[in-house]
């Protein structure tokens, strides 16, 4: 069989033909020679995803987004998606629109659920979702925070404007009278600095004496603490605390009469027999003072002894 140049032009022409629509189906991410499975997401919004943009599952690459339309029934954006895996993917699964960072465009992630054991067909529909991207999470965080900023500012400037009515041309004068006298507070008080410290380094030691000294006063001190720890002061303390009971029982028997020191506090009858042997006495005294002879008598001749005479009942005074 003899092939003419017409029938071989002709088949270079429809190969090249058929090269080039696998080439651009190709660079569009599609083979031709396999087969994909169809799904479709309905969303509310699908701002910043285009077609073609990758669809994943757990970070893997297993497909593409085909196109983007309007479902006239209920008037949401329809994206069909093709997509190519052995991994199981259930009925119930959820079709998430992502920003896996700020330079790259938006995707889909399907997150399978395990809890379906159904698995996908071709022409099934998924469950929508829209999780926030950075850029979208950012901007709603720096839209309050903005605000925020806009009051500030407008505080701040009626701030300054306040400041700049009370500051009037004498007010200013009296802050720049004050800061200067602060100025010259400042430098007097360097001065009085350098003083102290000089007078410091005069003294330093004598300083140095005194902190020695209040070493050694405050080792004496940890010594006598030492001592007085050591010393039982519970027991003495019980000591004295026994004995002061001992003694307010002497006190309280004093008191209510008990004892002879009891009855010479209480009992009158008891200090006037005290007294009246002790007049007694101070006359007898008084009588051997006076007359001796009376009680003691040597007598070498025989003289006769004096008549006795009582004594008077008050004290005579002698001369000296």
């Known amino acids: 069989?003899?092939?003419?140049?017409?029938?071989?032009?002709?088949?270079?022409?429809?190969?090249?033909?058929?090269?080039?629509?696998?080439?651009?189906?190709?660079?569009?991410?599609?083979?031709?020679?396999?087969?994909?499975t169809t799904l479709y997401v309905e969303y509310d919004s699908v701002e910043g995803l285009s077609p073609s943009a990758p669809v994943t599952l757990n970070g893997l690459v297993i497909g593409k987004i085909e196109k983007i339309t309007?479902?006239?029934?209920?008037?949401?954006?329809?994206?069909?998606?093709?997509?190519?895996?052995?991994?199981?993917?259930?009925?119930k699964s959820t079709a998430t629109i992502y920003e896996p960072g700020f330079i790259g465009g938006k995707q889909i992630a399907i997150e399978p659920n395990f809890t379906d054991k159904t698995n996908i067909e071709s022409g099934d529909y998924l469950?929508?979702?829209?999780?926030?991207?950075?850029?979208e999470s950012l901007s709603k965080k720096l839209v309050p925070l903005q605000d925020k900023i806009e009051k500030i500012l407008v505080n701040a400037d009626n701030l300054i404007t306040g400041i700049n009515n009370v500051l009037d041309k004498k007010t200013q004068d009296d802050l720049k009278k004050s800061l200067a006298e602060l100025s010259k507070t400042m430098e007097q008080f360097h001065q009085a600095s350098a003083g102290v410290n000089s007078m410091l380094a005069e003294n330093k030691a004598q300083i140095s004496g005194t902190v020695a000294n209040f070493n050694k006063v405050s080792s004496n001190f940890s010594k006598i603490s030492d001592s007085l720890n050591k010393a039982d002061l519970g027991k003495t303390v019980k000591s004295l605390n026994t004995t002061l009971t001992k003694v307010n029982g002497i006190m309280a028997g004093l008191e209510a009469g008990n004892g002879s020191m009891g009855k010479?506090?209480?009992?009158d009858?008891?200090?006037?027999n005290l007294s009246s042997t002790?007049?007694?006495?101070?006359?007898?005294?008084q009588d051997l003072r006076l007359?001796?002879?009376?009680?003691?008598?040597?007598?070498?001749?025989g003289k006769k002894n004096k008549p006795y005479k009582a004594p008077n009942d008050t004290i005579s005074k002698v001369k000296n």
Do not use: C
Request: aromatic share 12%; no cysteine.
């Open 291 to 301: 007359y001796p002879t009376r009680y003691v008598n040597v007598s070498l001749f």
């Open 127 to 135: 469950k929508a979702n829209v999780r926030l991207g950075m850029t």
């Open 70 to 91: 309007i479902n006239p029934n209920t008037a949401k954006l329809l994206v069909e998606l093709q997509i190519d895996t052995d991994f199981p993917i259930s009925k």
């Open 1 to 36: 069989m003899i092939l003419t140049r017409e029938i071989k032009t002709a088949i270079l022409v429809i190969a090249s033909i058929l090269l080039f629509i696998w080439g651009y189906s190709f660079l569009k991410g599609k083979d031709l020679f396999h087969s994909y």
């Open 264 to 267: 010479l506090l209480k009992d």
């Open 269 to 272: 009858v008891f200090y006037n």
């Open 278 to 285: 002790s007049k007694e006495l101070e006359l007898l005294l």
